[in-house]
């Protein structure tokens, strides 16, 4: 089959790639290639009752098919150049906030209206962080929750699913050049095109590496996050949540001068696990739907590691430690905050007995014999800072999951429209290294679609 535009990767940068192709009224013949399932046919297997931990699927449920690594996120969407990745520094500030912006009507105007923005702007939350040396980014947050998400996805494939090909259980194993564009190898036959679009995100990342690699295009990685997932009553960071949601917070430590920051906020929300290429990390997640509120608030504690030459395998640095946790754990591991800093391991009593009831099924163990101490050094004394402004965070009760680990794809060279140095190949979201975030990595869909529209003509 020849397309027109062959996106790979049916996340949020290939979705409103796909979107913006679909509604140019071109006509053009655009093909989606997603080694994960269709949206409806996505499912975990963990129930908490006969499937309490990872059983390492051929394709994470979580982390692949429509909707990509987003589709059970919380579904934040940030609008912001202070975190989420890089856009801005290709296209511009004012641009990727637009960009940003248009993503938002798009989820608005298909499920998403009523749901809230929040703003840091105006707060006085940012008075109380500077007196205890904690710092808030300014950034706005459209909470979709993941029961919204999901829907707005739905509402998306329905609308996009008879203008585009879309290809599902298709992992697309090469891309090579051809004279006039392109021509992809997929489990099940080949396919040409003119322009190939690549999203597929941080779960692609080693294949990504390769196709680099054989088309001969530079990249570079050096930067690793590793760090905790942190449980508490919601009442606790209510002050916080209730008027921002999700706050992003920097402390830089005394020790270290390590940059420790807060990440992924879940007001009333739950602990999951997450599995990248067989290694189970943990991240976090909450819905919209009061009903399915929890009594806890989760959010991650984490420092970021770079790396100078000769080593470059940043991600192989976070995946051993998380092999680490994976072994003596069985998965992921958890941990009162009052026995990590008394040097013991936690154990199912002192778990059972403790006032804060874990949302994920992990294992009890002791955090210190996995996390590197610098690292665990900063996250202890940013709890601490944390206490100041939400008193109660730093409570013996207080649950740490580890390890938190956040991969960063190596960064691909990439001009200024996100295309590589071969004529025609695009790389967008996450697998490009550019964007971190669901925000950034759909307006890098959008930028990239109208980039190629203006081309065509
Ligand atoms: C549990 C969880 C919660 C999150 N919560 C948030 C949040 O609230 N806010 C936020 O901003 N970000 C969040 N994120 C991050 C966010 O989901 C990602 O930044 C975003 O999905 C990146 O989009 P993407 O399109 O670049 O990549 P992805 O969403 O990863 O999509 C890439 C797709 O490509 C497919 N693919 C990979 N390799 C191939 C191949 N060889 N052939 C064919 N297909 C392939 C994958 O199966 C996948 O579906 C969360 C992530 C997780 C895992």
Request: net charge negative; with cysteine; hydrophobic share 35%.
């Amino acid at each position: 089959m020849h397309y027109d535009v062959i996106i790979i990767g049916a996340g949020p940068g290939g979705i409103y790639s796909s979107y913006e192709f679909a509604k140019s009224g071109k006509n053009l013949k655009v093909g989606v290639f997603e080694l994960g399932n269709p949206l409806e046919k996505r499912k975990c297997p963990i129930d908490g009752v006969n499937v309490k931990s990872c059983v390492k699927c051929k394709t994470c449920a979580i982390m692949s098919g429509f909707g990509g690594a987003g589709a059970f996120s919380d579904g934040k969407y940030n609008i912001t150049n202070r975190f989420g990745g890089t856009l801005y520094e290709y296209i511009g500030k004012e641009h990727a906030l637009e960009l940003m912006r248009y993503v938002d009507d798009i989820n608005t105007s298909h499920g998403g209206a009523g749901t809230k923005l929040y703003s840091t702007a105006n707060t006085k939350i940012k008075k109380a962080c500077l007196e205890n040396g904690l710092h808030l980014l300014d950034a706005q947050v459209r909470h979709l929750g993941t029961d919204i998400n999901y829907i707005v996805l739905e509402n998306l494939y329905n609308e996009l699913k008879d203008k585009i090909d879309f290809h599902f259980n298709t992992a697309v194993n090469a891309v090579r050049k051809t004279e006039n564009g392109y021509e992809i190898e997929t489990e099940n036959g080949t396919h040409t095109c003119r322009y190939c679009v690549v999203s597929v995100g941080r779960s692609g990342s080693k294949w990504m590496e390769q196709v680099c690699s054989s088309l001969n295009i530079k990249t570079l990685s050096n930067r690793v996050d590793i760090g905790v997932r942190v449980e508490i009553p919601a009442v606790i960071f209510s002050s916080l949540t209730d008027e921002l949601y999700e706050s992003k917070i920097v402390y830089r430590t005394e020790k270290f001068e390590d940059l420790v920051r807060t990440f992924c906020m879940n007001p009333h929300g739950v602990v999951v696990t997450e599995n990248t290429n067989g290694i189970v990390t943990v991240n976090g997640h909450s819905y919209e739907d009061e009903s399915r509120h929890t009594e806890n608030t989760n959010f991650a504690l984490l420092v970021s590691k770079h790396f100078s030459l000769p080593f470059k395998d940043s991600n192989g640095y976070g995946e051993s430690i998380a092999r680490l946790s994976n072994m003596l754990g069985g998965g992921v591991m958890v941990q009162r905050f009052g026995d990590l800093t008394r040097g013991r391991r936690s154990t199912e009593s002192r778990i059972r007995e403790s006032y804060v009831t874990p949302t994920l099924s992990a294992t009890p163990g002791d955090l210190s014999l996995v996390i590197p101490k610098r690292i665990l050094d900063g996250i202890i004394e940013m709890i601490y800072a944390l206490d100041k402004i939400a008193p109660g965070t730093a409570n013996d009760d207080t649950l740490l999951y580890g390890v938190e680990v956040k991969f960063y794809n190596m960064e691909v060279a990439l001009d200024n429209d996100l295309q590589t140095s071969c004529e025609g190949l695009y790389v967008i979201g996450d697998g490009s290294g550019v964007t971190h975030s669901l925000s950034h990595a759909s307006a890098s869909g959008v930028y990239v679609a109208r980039h190629i529209l203006s081309k065509i003509g």
